[in-house]
């Protein structure tokens, strides 16, 4: 496989896409315009719910589907929900005792909202920026049913760390758990996960894995490394996603995203 098949790209938003303040740079925005001048679809997906991703559409001109919550729910770019995979109510009741027993504060995802118990909890107002609309508080999440996603939130590294090791322990093949963030513990239903949004791209475009380059920056974008010919992991990333990765680019800091495009994708194409 030579980086010139590639006909469709997917990257992760957060850490990939956008830089550490959540901007989307001219030189991303350029390579993704070069991409579909050379006839290569472009596809994100993320662990941000779908209107956390709506403010990407425009200035990238995105026509492929978004894979938001991890591939829990896809939708059109102009929001219409095409699918979704939901976590069943007795699983959700599991990982939230998990989460709560572990001291980790739950965040709660279903449709478009996005629920919390505290809303001055840590990275609360953080993720409200980044998404661009605010959580909705309850005072409790029994009886919450058709959840898409279910976030622990610690500062405590290592904790998270043991918390998705817990959950998968606990719940076993019944859900995906996987660290989006170094502080976020992701929780979605088996079939949420960014292989499964890897291998339903291809299936939709036809194609093979070989054909389709992927490209991000924590442990949960591994999967779908696993289901690409080219993956390409961001530079700050720690050492289990480089070694996951074929290739390792510049970080968000320094248009890894761009130079990834160009390098290994535009150039051996002919389009940069």
């Given amino acids: 496989m030579t980086s010139g098949s590639i006909k469709l790209v997917l990257a992760d938003v957060d850490g990939t896409l956008v830089t550490p303040d959540k901007v989307l740079t001219d030189g991303a925005v350029a390579a993704v315009r070069q991409l579909g001048e050379a006839g290569i679809v472009f596809a994100i997906t993320s662990g941000r719910p779908p209107r956390g991703m709506e403010m990407l559409v425009e200035p990238l001109a995105l026509s492929a589907p978004i894979a938001a919550f991890n591939g829990g729910i896809y939708t059109y770019p102009d929001m219409t929900v095409l699918a979704q995979h939901t976590v069943p109510d007795d699983?959700?009741?599991?990982?939230?005792?998990?989460l709560e027993?572990?001291?980790?504060?739950?965040?709660?995802y279903r449709g478009a909202e996005w629920?919390?118990?505290?809303?001055?909890?840590?990275?609360?107002?953080?993720?409200?920026?980044?998404?661009?609309?605010?959580?909705?508080?309850?005072?409790?999440?029994?009886?919450?049913?058709?959840?898409?996603?279910?976030?622990?939130?610690?500062?405590?590294?290592?904790?998270?760390?043991?918390?998705?090791?817990?959950?998968?322990d606990e719940c076993g093949d019944h859900v995906s758990a996987a660290l989006s963030q170094p502080y976020y513990a992701d929780i979605t239903h088996p079939d949420a996960n960014k292989g499964a949004v890897a291998r339903s791209l291809?299936?939709?475009?036809?194609?093979?894995?070989?054909?389709?380059?992927?490209?991000?920056?924590?442990p949960n974008d591994i999967l779908m490394f696993a289901n690409s010919g080219l993956s390409i992991?961001?530079?700050?990333?720690?050492?289990?996603v480089?070694?996951?990765a074929?290739?390792?680019t510049a970080s968000n800091e320094e248009e890894g995203f761009?130079?990834?495009?160009?390098?290994?994708?535009?150039?051996?194409?002919?389009?940069?």
């Fill in 115 to 168: 629920y919390v118990r505290d809303p001055d909890a840590p990275h609360v107002d953080r993720e409200a920026w980044t998404v661009k609309f605010d959580p909705t508080v309850v005072d409790s999440f029994a009886g919450m049913s058709d959840v898409v996603k279910i976030v622990g939130v610690t500062d405590d590294h290592d904790r998270a760390q043991r918390t998705v090791a817990a959950i998968r």
């Fill in 101 to 108: 027993g572990d001291g980790l504060d739950v965040w709660v």
């Fill in 242 to 244: 480089h070694r996951a």
């Fill in 91 to 98: 699983v959700a009741t599991r990982v939230m005792t998990v």
């Fill in 246 to 248: 074929r290739r390792v």
């Fill in 202 to 218: 291809a299936t939709r475009y036809g194609l093979m894995p070989d054909e389709i380059a992927t490209i991000g920056d924590m």
């Fill in 258 to 272: 761009a130079k990834a495009m160009e390098r290994y994708v535009l150039r051996t194409s002919g389009a940069a």
């Fill in 233 to 240: 992991a961001m530079g700050q990333s720690g050492p289990e």
